[in-house]
């Protein structure tokens, strides 16, 4: 045989978790992709240019491989917010950190919105756990940090980021802009999908999440 | 049954249909209520219009007299759970309640109505997308309207600014529709799961997790 049918297979563990995050990176180019692509491991494979049994030797199945997308959207979040933090910065600079670190890759905020009703309840229990454990931890480090430039009590990161994460997943569902035509809607009806604008709907919630947790003006 | 076994037909296809207006009305509402039950029902927050139309007994094309497509009807249920919710909360309202009450009183408005959370997060990129915009502008301004009383008593009841309302009802909405996308208790068995992260898991519970985050902006409201 001129090519092995595993010349392209990874052998050592650095070669492994190279691999791996080629086929998350993939993933990511799909689920990203036009909203209508059913995301299948098929076309991952293709994007990679692997048979679809390698990309199973790295997830046991297409829910796993997003729960792994997922985790790893949600750590390049906290990794984002953490070194956007400046000690002494206001409430809304922070705000404005937070939905820029958010939005810059939107993987973690359309993953989220598949989570529970297909994702979880298709992966192993193990995996929702090991997944939800480093979530956890990621946040806590990013809590802790925004505890110290915000000036907040202890525990009131983590209630924030919480909050923020929730608030801002709440608003992106509610804005219609990114599926209708706006040209082609009336005025009133434009001006008034347009108050549903993510960044707009979060920023004002946010504001008095921010003031509630740390008692001091928004600025 | 009234069959008309006379002319020699067994069972005329449109002895069904609704011929008067009430019983167009009453045939719609027929409709949404079987959609939302099949709705509730889908595993995968998913369905189809035979399911409907096999839930009431009627033939694919009575659904279709009333709906152009499957996008239509979920605009018009995602409309009528938006309404019922915040009729719900309406009613809950008094002035002078707590700012615990009004929270309670808003997340119990939800779990009376609790298409409400599945609908909103397919509305805009199911249903707006493939909607004519003829329908979407009727139904932005349905769920607008009701939204704009609830905002108005909001603010009477609870002392606050005018505006106020407003950014309040939204980011409470938000919030709870964020928190239940990562609520995951009702599809795991506890039995399963350790102790420590049984708790971690509580914390995200959408209540608990609404709750966290409400009391953090009225506080922020009222600063």
Redesign the interface.
């Known amino acids: 045989m001129s090519i092995r049918e595993d010349f392209q297979r990874a052998r050592t563990e650095h070669e492994k978790s190279a691999r791996r995050e080629e086929i998350l990176d993939a993933a990511e180019r799909l689920v990203r992709g036009a ?1 209508n692509d059913r995301f299948a491991i098929s076309a991952v494979a293709e994007k990679v240019g692997v048979s679809k049994s390698t990309i199973f030797l790295y997830f046991a199945n297409k829910e796993e491989l997003l729960l792994a997308l997922y985790e790893r959207a949600f750590q390049r979040f906290f990794t984002r917010l953490r070194q956007s933090l400046t000690e002494g910065m206001s409430g809304r600079a922070f705000c404005e950190a937070f939905i820029d670190s958010a939005l810059v890759n939107p993987t973690m905020l359309i993953l ?2 598949q ?4 994702i ?2 298709s992966v192993q ?1 193990d995996s ?2 090991s997944a ?2 480093k979530i ?1 931890k990621g946040g806590m480090a990013c809590a802790e940090r925004m505890e110290l430039v915000l000036d907040m009590k202890a525990g009131y990161g983590l ?2 980021l ?2 923020l ?7 992106v ?4 802009q ?4 706006m040209d ?3 005025d009133d ?1 434009a001006n ?2 347009r108050t549903a604008e993510t960044r707009k ?2 920023l ?2 946010a ?7 740390t ?1 001091r003006a928004f600025g | 049954m009234g069959y008309n076994l006379k002319e020699g037909m067994v069972i005329r296809e449109d002895f069904l249909r609704a011929r008067s207006e009430p019983e167009r009305a009453a045939r719609r509402a027929e409709i949404l209520d079987a959609a939302e039950k099949v709705l509730r029902e889908s595993p995968d927050d998913r369905f189809s219009i035979s399911d409907v139309a096999n839930r009431i007994g009627v033939s694919k094309s009575t659904i279709f007299l009333y709906f152009r497509n499957k996008e239509e009807l979920l605009a018009a249920m995602y409309t009528q759970v938006g309404e019922a919710f915040f009729q719900r909360l309406r009613s809950r309202l008094r002035r002078g309640m707590t700012d615990m009450e009004f929270c309670e009183a808003f997340i119990d408005s939800s779990a009376e109505c609790p298409s409400l959370v599945t609908m909103r997060a397919m509305i805009s990129n199911t249903i707006s997308g493939s909607l004519s915009q003829s329908f979407v502008a009727p139904t932005f301004e349905a769920i607008y309207r009701t939204r704009t009383a609830a905002v108005a008593e909001a603010e009477d009841a609870l002392g606050l600014e005018p505006g106020q309302g407003r950014v309040l009802i939204k980011a409470f909405m938000n919030l709870m529709c964020g928190a239940a996308q990562v609520s995951v208790l009702r599809y795991i068995h506890a039995d399963n799961i350790k102790p420590d992260m049984m708790e971690a898991m509580r914390a995200a519970d959408a209540r608990s997790s609404f709750f966290s985050g409400a009391e953090l902006l009225m506080k922020g409201i009222r600063a």
């Open positions: 909203a989220r919105a989570l529970a009703h297909t979880e309840r229990l929702m756990i939800k454990q956890l209630r924030v919480m909050a994460i929730n608030l801002l997943s709440g608003a569902q509610a804005d219609a990114p599926y209708v035509d082609a809607l009336p009806v008034l999908i709907v979060f004002s919630g504001e008095f999440v921010i003031t509630g947790a008692g």
